[in-house]
């Protein structure tokens, strides 16, 4: 019973994301109709997020194989997924038992302090806690203390760091009716300030003037095909039709492989903006039944891509600007005696892209760009210096990938080294 509740239940973001829907609804005595509705409709817009990323992650797979291949880059490459999985065998247990306890922490916090956010991206919480397990063990912790200790630092994290955001989504929605809870929030904070000082938010990436005979590239769709057709096409070209077509293609002809990947990616993409309209429209009022009864005037906390629908162009601005910093980071960072952390297209594309919109939002065009690239400079040496603290802990070509994970597991360490339990 309690595998299924933390594993099944607590562990897949889409039901626990409609529990609270479930809840908020059943609190404002909704009718059945409306109830069952409003519940289904916000697990589907989850789905259909994790489906379009899924769609999307396929392609920056095949594009991240021909990337390697055509440059001969190795080195540690940053993927949430990849590192909770292998840390399961050792710190599952710790992992599933801060995550649990570090939602109540929230929901406490989010009701008796200022604080009045409840972080419900599941799989962002999962990945902090076993951050925080694996970086408190490597710190010298166990047991109770270990989970008393990171539930703890997880609860606070749920609601300090969609707090540091909200005066700028407040920016980019005009409205204050939910959150951003997605650990790439250093990165997104720093690129809203980095536009705040060098950009000019009077010139936004939505009202870059596109020649009448270029009118089709208005439409997000559009653009994305033709921006990512470019990207795989050279890629293509320096990885070479011989690796492709065996490899890859399966026989299909390189350049026509690499044009379908780019469309399957806008697709990708397509998908995963139409789920978001679906739980916002669902999550939003639903949760106000929470928030009147549980938690008064709290706010949800939503992943990343619910501020892409405000600013499409500075989405593909943010991932494209958020990656050549990743690039260049490849090249300096062995210069300063860190590992090469190979720019992951993943968290390059999902906290570049969302970057490019607080840039956007406080700094226009120039924003977007250099908030960007701050945000892929931080991604990159972070995860660097968080493999130097947490030495060999049995994880090879891999580690956390967006800033806040790097954040929290450096001050974790730090700290613990300070006082001598390290």
Known sequence: MLDLIMKDIL???????????LLGLLLQRKSAADVVSGT????????????GATVLIEALNVFSQMFDHAFHVQGVIPNNEAIVAAAQSKFGTST?????????????????????????????????????????SVGGMNGIPLVVIGSIILGFCM?????????YVRKITGSDDFAIGHFGTVGYYISAKVGGWFGNKEKTTEEIK?????????????????????????????????FIETKLSGGSNFIVFSFMQAITFA???????????????????AFKGIADKVAPNTKPALDCPTVFPFAPNAVIIGFLFSFIAGMISMFVLPLVGL?????????HFFTGAAAGVFGNATGGIRGAMLGSFANGLIISFLPAI???????????????????????????????KLLGLA
């Not at 589907?44 to 489906?51: P, S």
């Not at 609601?159 to 005066?167: S, T």
């Not at 590992?339 to 968290?347: A, F, Q, T, Y």
């Open 11 to 21: 562990g897949t973001p889409s039901i626990l994301v409609g529990l609270f829907a």
């Open 159 to 167: 609601v300090v760091f969609p707090a540091l955001l909200q005066p």
């Open 96 to 136: 599933a038992l801060i995550m649990v306890f570090g939602m109540i922490v929230n929901i406490i916090l989010a009701r008796f302090t200022p604080l009045k956010y409840i972080f419900l991206t599941g799989h962002h919480t999962l990945f902090m806690a076993c951050l925080i397990a694996v970086s408190l």
């Open 267 to 285: 697709a990708g993409v397509y998908i995963i903006l139409t789920g978001v309209r679906m739980l916002i429209a669902e999550i939003v009022p």
């Open 339 to 347: 590992k090469v952390i190979v720019p992951g297209l993943v968290p």
């Open 210 to 242: 596109v020649p009448k005979s270029l009118g089709f590239l208005r439409d997000t769709s559009v653009a994305v095909s033709l921006t990512m057709t470019i990207f795989f096409v050279v890629v293509a070209l320096f990885a070479g039709q011989s």
């Open 40 to 51: 289904l409709k916000t697990v589907m817009g989850f789905i259909i997020i994790g489906a």
């Open 386 to 416: 968080l493999l130097v603290l947490l030495g060999d802990v049995g994880f090879e070509g891999t580690t956390f990938g967006d800033s806040d994970f790097g954040i929290i597991g450096v001050l974790i360490l730090s700290i613990m």
